[in-house]
């Protein structure tokens, strides 16, 4: 079965710590998108990458940092100097193209300890 | 930059009775998504609307994009107990793949 994979699910990192979620993806998408889920806020968009080796910042990229070697992979760094790291991390992939659905990993909830 | 918003972001309704969320944009869209997030889970993708006033149905589900294609709004008939959980719609006014932007969401909470 195709699909897209988060890990770990759950995530505890000390202040002053780089964490890295993981994002991959087995559904031969040119697009994938990471999106942080705050209570109330609704999803926003952090980075986003259209092909390997490229990717632009999102709403909300201060702080974070990613990378597209792969096509499968689109790993997602939260760096210290992300003042409220804590929230609910969600990757998505789709085709590349403005008329697809996004297809998201079951995400990663990561508290600062 | 683009705005989505969504109302009413929290909504209580009786099993059996009508549900609906509404989407306003601040710019014309090109197509508008629709998701449904169950509670602990994440979102999964509904359906889109790309034409101006297209109607879409899928069962007890009825999807709307307005004239214009500013707004839009997801009507459930006689709700059931499945269909808690928060509806997103997300949209974009550019024809490459940018990221959505998504409203807020519509909380619905079904009381037996």
């Known amino acids: 079965d195709g699909g897209i994979t988060q890990s770990p699910k759950y995530l505890f990192r000390k202040e002053g710590q780089n964490v890295t979620l993981s994002c991959e993806q087995n559904l031969n998408h040119d697009a994938m998108y990471w999106y942080r889920q705050d209570p109330g806020q609704g999803l926003r968009l952090i980075y986003y990458s259209q092909i390997v080796n490229d990717f632009q910042k999102g709403d909300i990229a201060e702080g974070y940092s990613v990378s597209r070697e792969k096509k499968e992979s689109f790993p997602l760094t939260v760096t210290s100097a992300q003042k409220n790291p804590t929230a609910f991390y969600l990757c998505a992939s789709s085709r590349q193209g403005s008329f697809y659905g996004y297809t998201f990993g079951s995400g990663t909830r990561l508290t600062v300890v | 930059g683009q705005q989505v918003m969504q109302i009413p972001q929290y909504q209580h309704v009786q099993e059996g009775e009508d549900f609906t969320t509404y989407c306003n944009s601040s710019t014309t869209l090109s197509n508008i998504q629709w998701y449904k997030q169950r509670p602990g889970g994440h979102p999964v993708f509904l359906i889109q609307l790309v034409k101006s006033g297209e109607v879409k149905k899928q069962k007890r589900l009825t999807f709307q994009f307005g004239e214009a294609k500013k707004n839009s709004s997801l009507h459930i008939t006689a709700t059931q107990t499945t269909d808690v959980g928060t509806y997103f719609c997300?949209?974009?006014?550019?024809?490459?793949?940018?990221?959505?932007?998504f409203g807020k969401g519509t909380h619905l909470i079904i009381q037996p």
């Open positions: 997300a949209g974009r006014s550019g024809g490459g793949a940018d990221g959505l932007t």
